[in-house]
């Protein structure tokens, strides 16, 4: 008789009375708009006024850094171009490292094709860079962050990075002050590599604390910030209400009941208020991945999740009738779900054209959870090569992108399909990101409780390696995929129209980095997770 498992997940910390109170002041709050409009003048004004280039550089960084990147996208572009055609990228023998590598990331972050080139005269001879710079922090700092937007190939970014972090972890403990928090930051996780919404508060605070920080820049980002909060409270507020209506966990009680984790990962994937039914789609789309898994990792057996596969390959209820009645219930949610999905995309006239890309999804991703349960089934651990091959798919990344392609694609629906695979490279990098992100956070819970062996178990017994030099291969693995999803950018000039999905995809892979930073963010509730959402969902900066 099959046993079914159990992952001890703990009760939902978010009550629904408590999302449901969520009321951000500035949402409605008479003046604001006019508040802002005035400060996004003033702002304009001082990119028209900066006239050195690397004041002019350091401006744009702290814009971007502090959330304000689409209030001013035009601006920044024209002063980027400005600071290309006075100086062609040369600056003084005392600011060149530090100012290059600001110019080098800033101008590929927008999308120029710039050389590494561009920071080979940092090298001394052909093997390591200049050790004179070791002693300006700030530069390998900038030094490390530029190293991140490489390409594959690029060895001068890859001896960058190894250099740079080098000395910054040789000399951060004897660091203070902002040098100490900045190094301490790049080093934890690169800026590239992070949601930038999910930084701001700790970006602005650092501002805050510099001397020569522009007032209404500040006050533009801190309101900006308030903003568009209101505008995300308002959609978790109504997902948190769908989720209770629903009332799929009074037939599901195993699963994970993480409705504000998926909505954070899903904000993490867009952030701006017109895209509110993107997120509140995928956020439905992410907790029906975590009732799906768990209907694979824990509850079905072999002969059940055939049965369910089966009906979700030809999207039939007939075939669930013997199963038991939760795997039902999941079914027939899950069906609704994706009819409402496709509608919310298509409306009247198209939804069942989109209808069948996202039924196609979810069979691709339940096909993949189902390999992985025959593998446990017979007790196999696939070597590393046959274990990536399937979890690019069960890591959830094709069935997310799918689904965000029709909200942000802005193309022909004949076109979807062709689209999807011609950028099938970067679906599979962000894909690879999301699985072994997960696995380097999860696979010990998971072994404990017996599931199908991780990333990490499959090359420490193909390889016969320690924990730690698996750790490091799936680590190298993740720096390599960083760099297929880099291709894609930069030089967005050949198609622009496929850049809001460029930008959910990157995001989506630095949503993963976030939620598996310090641990299982989507399991384990508390900790690093509960701060990330209060600081974010929750909390409004303080406005004089």
Same mark, same amino acid.
């Given at each position: 008789?099959?046993?079914?498992?159990?992952?001890?997940?703990? @009760?939902?910390?978010?009550?629904? +009375?408590?999302?449901?109170?969520?009321?951000?002041?500035?949402?409605?709050?008479?003046?604001?708009?006019?508040?802002?409009?005035?400060?996004?003048?003033?702002?304009?004004?001082?990119?028209?006024?900066?006239?050195?280039?690397?004041?002019?550089?350091?401006?744009?960084?702290?814009?971007?850094?502090?959330?304000?990147?689409?209030l001013f996208d035009n601006e920044m572009k024209e002063a980027l171009e400005t600071v290309v055609s006075t100086n062609n990228g040369i600056f003084t023998v005392e600011d060149h490292v530090y100012a290059s590598a600001l110019r080098f990331r800033l101008l590929r972050q927008h999308g120029y094709v710039v050389s590494q080139d561009e920071l080979r005269s940092f090298k001394e001879g052909s093997n390591t860079f200049n050790r004179s710079n070791r002693e300006d922090i700030e530069a390998m700092i900038e030094l490390l962050e530029a190293?991140?937007?490489?390409?594959?190939?690029?060895?001068?970014?890859?001896?960058?990075?190894?250099?740079?972090?080098?000395?910054?972890?040789?000399?951060?403990?004897?660091?203070?002050?902002? &040098?100490?928090?900045?190094?301490?930051?790049?080093?934890?996780?690169?800026?590239?590599?992070?949601?930038?919404?999910?930084?701001?508060?700790?970006?602005?605070?650092?501002?805050?604390?510099?001397?020569?920080?522009?007032?209404?820049?500040?006050?533009?980002?801190?309101?900006?910030?308030?903003?568009?909060?209101?505008?995300?409270?308002?959609?978790?507020?109504?997902?948190?209400?769908?989720?209770?209506?629903?009332? &799929?966990?009074?037939?599901?009680?195993?699963?994970?009941?993480?409705?504000?984790?998926?909505?954070?990962?899903?904000?993490? &994937?867009?952030?701006? @208020?017109?895209?509110?039914?993107?997120?509140?789609?995928?956020?439905?789309?992410?907790?029906?991945?975590?009732?799906?898994?768990?209907?694979?990792?824990?509850?079905?057996?072999?002969?059940?999740?055939?049965?369910?596969?089966?009906?979700?390959?030809?999207?039939?209820?007939?075939q669930i009738l013997q199963l038991p009645e939760c795997m039902k219930v999941c079914f027939q949610a899950l069906r609704n779900v994706t009819h409402e999905i496709a509608y919310d995309v298509g409306k009247e006239e198209d939804w069942h054209r989109v209808l069948p890309h996202l039924t196609k999804a979810w069979l691709d991703f339940c096909k993949a959870l189902l390999t992985e349960a025959r593998w446990d089934n017979l007790g196999h651990t696939p070597s590393l090569e046959e274990y990536l091959s399937n979890a690019w798919t069960s890591?959830?990344? @094709?069935?997310?992108?799918?689904?965000?392609?029709?909200?942000?694609?802005?193309?022909?629906?004949?076109?979807?399909?062709?689209?999807?695979?011609?950028?099938?490279?970067?679906?599979?990098?962000?894909?690879?990101?999301?699985?072994?992100?997960?696995?380097?956070?999860?696979?010990?819970?998971?072994?404990?409780?017996?599931?199908?062996?991780?990333?990490?178990?499959?090359?420490?017994?193909?390889?016969?390696?320690?924990? +730690?030099?698996?750790?490091?291969?799936?680590?190298?693995?993740?720096?390599?995929?960083?760099?297929?999803?880099?291709?894609?950018?930069?030089?967005?000039?050949?198609?622009?129209?496929?850049?809001?999905?460029?930008?959910?995809?990157?995001?989506?892979?630095?949503?993963?980095?976030?939620?598996?930073?310090?641990?299982?963010?989507?399991?384990?509730?508390?900790?690093?997770?509960?701060?990330?959402?209060?600081?974010?969902?929750?909390? @409004?900066?303080?406005?004089?």
């Amino acid at each position: 008789m099959h046993q079914r498992r159990s992952a001890n997940y703990k @009760p939902n910390i978010w009550k629904y +009375d408590f999302l449901r109170s969520l009321n951000n002041k500035y949402d409605l709050e008479e003046g604001n708009e006019a508040r802002a409009e005035r400060l996004v003048e003033d702002v304009k004004q001082l990119l028209v006024e900066e006239v050195d280039s690397i004041a002019k550089l350091e401006l744009i960084d702290s814009m971007r850094k502090m959330g304000l990147s689409n209030l001013f996208d035009n601006e920044m572009k024209e002063a980027l171009e400005t600071v290309v055609s006075t100086n062609n990228g040369i600056f003084t023998v005392e600011d060149h490292v530090y100012a290059s590598a600001l110019r080098f990331r800033l101008l590929r972050q927008h999308g120029y094709v710039v050389s590494q080139d561009e920071l080979r005269s940092f090298k001394e001879g052909s093997n390591t860079f200049n050790r004179s710079n070791r002693e300006d922090i700030e530069a390998m700092i900038e030094l490390l962050e530029a190293s991140n937007l490489a390409l594959q190939g690029e060895d001068i970014l890859d001896e960058a990075k190894a250099f740079s972090t080098g000395v910054l972890r040789e000399r951060v403990s004897g660091l203070d002050g902002q &040098l100490s928090k900045l190094a301490v930051h790049a080093l934890e996780l690169p800026m590239h590599w992070r949601i930038q919404w999910f930084d701001i508060k700790w970006q602005i605070d650092l501002y805050e604390q510099q001397e020569d920080k522009r007032s209404n820049l500040l006050e533009l980002a801190k309101l900006n910030f308030n903003t568009v909060q209101a505008t995300h409270q308002r959609d978790l507020r109504e997902i948190s209400r769908w989720w209770r209506d629903l009332g &799929l966990l009074e037939q599901v009680d195993f699963t994970r009941d993480r409705p504000v984790e998926s909505f954070l990962y899903a904000l993490g &994937l867009s952030q701006e @208020p017109q895209f509110s039914s993107l997120r509140k789609s995928l956020t439905k789309v992410i907790i029906f991945i975590l009732v799906i898994d768990d209907v694979y990792d824990l509850y079905g057996s072999l002969e059940e999740l055939e049965c369910f596969t089966g009906a979700i390959t030809r999207w039939d209820s007939e075939q669930i009738l013997q199963l038991p009645e939760c795997m039902k219930v999941c079914f027939q949610a899950l069906r609704n779900v994706t009819h409402e999905i496709a509608y919310d995309v298509g409306k009247e006239e198209d939804w069942h054209r989109v209808l069948p890309h996202l039924t196609k999804a979810w069979l691709d991703f339940c096909k993949a959870l189902l390999t992985e349960a025959r593998w446990d089934n017979l007790g196999h651990t696939p070597s590393l090569e046959e274990y990536l091959s399937n979890a690019w798919t069960s890591s959830s990344g @094709p069935l997310l992108l799918s689904h965000a392609y029709f909200f942000v694609g802005h193309m022909n629906l004949e076109d979807a399909a062709d689209l999807l695979e011609r950028n099938k490279d970067l679906i599979y990098n962000v894909s690879m990101i999301i699985r072994l992100c997960n696995d380097l956070r999860t696979s010990k819970a998971e072994v404990d409780r017996g599931d199908a062996p991780s990333s990490v178990v499959c090359y420490m017994r193909e390889k016969n390696v320690s924990e +730690d030099v698996a750790r490091e291969h799936i680590k190298g693995l993740i720096n390599r995929a960083w760099k297929g999803i880099n291709a894609h950018c930069f030089d967005n000039d050949k198609t622009p129209f496929l850049r809001p999905f460029v930008d959910v995809s990157v995001n989506t892979a630095r949503a993963a980095h976030m939620i598996y930073q310090f641990g299982d963010g989507i399991g384990v509730q508390e900790g690093d997770i509960g701060q990330q959402i209060l600081s974010t969902l929750i909390e @409004p900066l303080a406005l004089d």
